[in-house]
């Protein structure tokens, strides 16, 4: 196993306190971390009244305009 890099690391700490919802990829290329990724997702709530429920109970947007 190879050592790895305290800056690697730290990066990897930083990116992991930051993120509320997501996820962060590694990857490793002959034992070394060559990549971070972050993807971070964000969800917006929609109104009540723009939601309504298929039989199946399946949520629609519905379209008001």
């Not at 305290?6 to 990857?27: D, V």
Request: proline residues 2%.
């Amino acid at each position: 196993m190879a050592r790895v890099d305290e800056q690697k690391i730290n990066y990897i700490i930083a990116a992991l306190e930051k993120l509320q919802y997501g996820s962060l990829n590694i990857t490793i290329h002959n034992g070394e971390i060559t990549q971070v990724d972050c993807n971070e997702k964000h969800r917006f709530t929609l109104p009540d009244k723009q939601l309504s429920r298929r039989k199946d109970g399946a949520s629609l947007i519905t379209s008001h305009g």
